[in-house]
DNA sequence: TGCGCATTGTGTAACGCTACACAGATATCA
DNA sequence: TGATATCTGTGTAGCGTTACACAATGCGCA
């Protein structure tokens, strides 16, 4: 810049000027900062050093739990994204995702990124990354949680939606099952009865699984019964190998809560024409197969949460579900 | 890190070197750093400072034509993101996604965001954040073009897919048309006879067009008569009002040449049985409906774009696609 | 005992930018 | 004509960090 200045015949304020506030800079002088800028190869003020000087990024950092591009195949995650990208783009914020899940590296990545606030995509409640978001100060905003103090959940009420849905499927069964997300970090896949929701580390799941227990005592079946087949992702393959050995266990399986639409639609075409299914997020897949399923919408969530991570009031989205009858479950 | 210094008895560099090189300070000071920066809620050195000193900010930037949200509509764009922050994750960069799409600012955005180099997913041939992103000295990868003295340019050959694919699909075919991606930025839907691929302002679908215009040519077909159907988006309700209007124009149509999977599946479905039909990208649904497609890599095509973009060479994947023959070619 | 070497701590000098306060020139008005 | 407002340009003083060079200390070894 000083350069620019120089070979403008002008002072480094004038080509501050020239860029940051053109009108307070006449015409001639613009011009001619402009020129020299353009002869000298400079593309304007260097955005470390603005930062620097401002104060602050205007960029949000987005951090998901796990491998960094786990978040690109999960299409519920993407479609959060896109609703965090809206609000950035609208603010002119930038959106910088955060890489995790390369271990105790995560740390230093989410303390050293150059961005104002946090959005956490749902993640365990000892995730390491969530405390070290909070303790660089930031603002933080975790959707669906592990909620601690000092950060913001948006979500909706898991344990409600779950409960709802399990009522609706596990109405009149006799040999119910789960099909959930994995249990903790290490996402295995495995088929047990009864797992305790407290044991689960991952609030989503959890918050699903306790739904569903909820729904099954209400209906007076004994949840240490209840065969749960858990997936290590939300993927068509793995699910139905899980629903092949649900089958092996438990031959006499007339209904299945699952945690998503994929996962539901898996257990449907592993044994068609006798099941209840619910899954959850009413994706295409659930409205082209009639599915059951609890519906929510994780772009506006994501809007929500970027919104809230900005500084500005958001809805906390608990009761943004709805459970959508279709003819999996009548 | 003034402040810690002074609380800890110590001089700023030791700070530093605290966090920057832990090894080289010795253990007491080192904690009575951490101490004194827990007390006063010292996170670590400034992003921004710290790329303002050290020259980088080891942040990949991504810039996404049209609106940003746009990407994460597209399950073509998101493979592409996918592979992007698969490498970014492996490199320890950062990935930023440029919100652009909003007029006049994109340009600023691009200049002023901090990034170390860029990919830019393909684009218009006169999109001036292009030019914008080349100006800024970074080092820029676009993925499928334009091309331009200055960029990298990784994707495949579309023009020659197009031909294969259009050789497959129009052989035999007395009455052929084609499903387009939009033409301009308009991004208007229409129908209309003999497009000039030449006049088509994003390169992807120029080439596909001109591909599939020297398929017809090379089968004897008069390509001024070949009606063209052009959508918004690679969308299944917009694609199939298209294919109605094709066939009002048409009747007899009886081979679809589509740009995108969902296009033709949509073209199909709204003449079931007497067309032969060929789609892009070997998508789920290709798979699921038997779909003859020219399938490629969008994961590693993303992922060599971010590394070329890095600096790293890459392979510039011109032939990395294949005509995958299904049924609805037979 | 003295020499070189490793270890640990420190000061200096930028990195590139802009908020702020001020100065000079010109225009406006009673 | 003088007082006041507006426009335009400039210098200062950091924003928070770290590369580098150097100093001080202790240690091993001939």
Redesign the pocket.
Same mark, same amino acid.
């Given at each position: 810049?000083?350069d620019?200045?120089r070979a403008a015949? $002008? =002072?480094?304020?004038?080509? =501050?000027?020239t860029?940051? #506030?053109p #009108? *307070? $800079? =006449?015409?001639?002088?613009?011009a001619k900062v402009l020129d020299a800028a353009r002869d000298l190869g400079?593309a304007?003020?260097?955005p470390?050093?603005?930062s620097? *000087?401002?104060?602050a990024t205007r960029t949000l950092g987005v951090v998901l739990g796990e491998h960094l591009t786990y978040a690109f195949d999960d299409p519920q995650a993407v479609l959060f994204l896109a609703g965090v990208a809206e609000v950035c783009a609208d603010r002119g914020y930038g959106l910088l995702i955060v890489p995790t899940g390369t271990g105790e590296e995560d740390r230093d990545w989410v303390v050293a990124a150059a961005v104002d606030a946090y959005v956490v995509w749902t993640t365990t409640d000892d995730d390491p990354v969530l405390a070290a978001a909070r303790d660089t100060r930031r603002r933080v905003v975790v959707h669906s949680g592990p909620a601690r103090p000092g950060t913001t959940v948006i979500g909706i009420d898991n344990r409600a939606a779950a409960r709802a849905a399990g009522a609706e499927v596990f109405a009149g069964a006799r040999h119910p099952a789960v099909l959930s997300f994995p249990v903790d970090r290490r996402r295995e896949t495995f088929v047990r009865s009864g797992i305790d929701p407290a044991s689960v580390a991952y609030p989503v799941t959890r918050d699903r699984l306790a739904g569903y227990r909820d729904a099954a005592v209400d209906l007076g079946i004994d949840w240490s019964e209840v065969p749960i087949g858990v997936c290590r992702t939300n993927d068509d393959g793995e699910a139905r190998a899980v629903m092949r050995e649900l089958l092996d266990v438990a031959p006499g399986i007339d209904a299945v809560a699952a945690m998503g639409d994929r996962l539901a639609l898996a257990a449907l075409r592993e044994a068609p024409g006798r099941l209840r299914v619910v899954g959850w997020d009413d994706s295409e897949i659930a409205r082209d197969h009639d599915l059951t399923t609890v519906a929510q919408s994780l772009r506006e969530q994501g809007a929500a949460c970027a919104t809230a991570a900005l500084g500005d009031p958001a809805p906390d989205h608990r009761d943004s579900w709805r459970l959508v009858r279709r003819a999996s479950t009548s």
């Open positions: 810049m000083t620019v200045a015949g $002008v =002072s480094p304020m004038t080509v =501050s000027y860029y940051n #506030q #009108q *307070r $800079v =006449s015409a001639e002088s613009r400079y304007g003020p260097d470390s050093a603005r620097l *000087r401002y104060g």
